[in-house]
């Protein structure tokens, strides 16, 4: 008779997935420079949290060589969840300038650089083990006998243009368009300066005009100009737009009204205008009229001066303000002057205007010199024309004291203007090395910047970043759609002009 054993041998399940929900990562994306580090935290676990490197612990710290992805799951028990969100931290290299043919041939250690040229890199030297190096050329990059990128150290080789910015023109064949905003509707909202109203689809460029504003009167800088959407479109299909009309239709009786439109989206028209305030002085210039909608429902409006310097220190005149209203255009009860629409005074021609994390940024035109960036404040008072830019002057001092104006926070100095124009704020991890930045286009400077927030909101850290110096004119505005691309308009005039999308691409 034989003896039947059976050994019972126990085993141990780790299920993935079920019942525990996985950890929070912040930030949800970083920039750092070469050899710096940024640490990430995970929250929501009651177990232990698992990161990507290996690591375990609710926080650690990173210095990645090249940009990196990173995730963590949580593990309780026998349970382990999915993974957290992917945060991705951009790793920012020294870079060249962009050459037409540039070789390399030294040995590079203790590095973070990239080479760029518009022709060819040619490269001979080491990658040592604690080196990061790119090598990025338009035509062709070519590696000879004696280059050895060593074990430990980290090398790209890519052909491509000398930036991480991808561009390409969605639209083309318009004249001066002055404002465009991504929809919710996933499209381009634009206005063009001679009265249309557009929508444009970004991946086939189709146009469809919502209406040709009949009374806008388009002169020199003056025309259509500034609009925004209802934040809840889909219940208030209302379009609010500002722009130039005249009283005798001549330059001389040229008014600015702000104006409601109502979406009608089965015939795709915009109609039942309903004047919200008008008889506001315009000019051929300095004409302002950005719109912004904040969370409370409140519609600020930047007026310029009209090239009437009495006006923005005249609290009884709308020019040279930034206005607030309710969005049937009367005035609010908190206003700081009882039954008036001023907001802030002192101001030339602001041109941009966006509200983030709770505050006002505003952007304005210098006459010769200080194009700036302000932080707008209830019943502040930004200085114009008393004051260019900072108070730096004798007279601009007691000017400044007696009447407790605000600074900019960002000025373009007393070297000459950029003629800032369209401003918005970039808040997307899809490309790091801009989240928390301002962006801003100029008309004259013809460029695109980039300029860093501080934590608080309150100050610019470092100079602006320059982009797309040159490569497509003057450029008017700025729209952010959620994916993190970015869309341009230019303003150059003989129907000629164009909307460039940019695709930011971390390498």
Known sequence: MKTIYIFLVPVFFVFYGFGQTPPSVTPTSAFINYGSNVTLTATGCMGTVNWSTGQTGASISVSPKQSARFTATCTSGMQTSGASNSV????????????????VSSNLSNIGYRYESNNYIIGTGDIEANASVQFKAQNYVQLNPGFE??????????????????TREVLTGRQLPWEILWGPDDFIWMTEKGGKISRVNPQTSAVQTLITISDVFSNGEGGLLGMVLHPDFANNPYVYVSYNYSIDNTVSGMRVKVVRFTYNS??????SPLILVQNILGNSTHDGSRLVITPELKLFVTTGDAQDLSAPQNDTNLNGK????????????????????????????????VYANGKLYCSSHGAGIEDEINLIQQAGNYG???VEGFCNTPSEITFCNANSVIE?????GTGGTWAFCGLDYYNNDAY?????????????????????????????EGPANLYLVNQF???????????????????????????????????
């Open 149 to 166: 990128a060593k074990s430990g150290g980290v090398f790209k080789a890519f052909t491509g243009k000398c930036t991480e910015l991808q």
């Open 473 to 507: 004119g003057r450029l008017r505005d700025i729209a952010i759609a959620p994916n993190g691309k970015v869309y341009l308009c230019t303003s150059n005039g003989g129907n000629a002009d164009k909307i460039i999308e940019i695709t930011p691409i971390v390498e």
């Open 266 to 271: 089965g015939t795709a028209t915009l109609g």
């Open 408 to 412: 900019p926070i960002f000025s373009s």
């Open 322 to 353: 930034i206005l607030r209203m309710n969005l049937d255009g009367s005035v609010p009860a908190d206003n700081p002057i009882a039954g008036s629409l001023v907001w802030s005074k002192g101001h030339r021609n602001p041109q941009g205007l």
């Open 384 to 386: 114009w024309p008393n």
């Open 88 to 103: 991705l931290v951009q790793v920012g290299l020294t870079t060249s300038p962009c050459n037409s043919n540039v070789s």
């Open 432 to 460: 790091p090395r801009w989240k928390g930045h301002l962006l801003l286009v100029s008309l004259k400077n013809q460029t695109l910047y980039s300029l860093k927030v501080s934590a608080d909101g309150n100050t610019i």
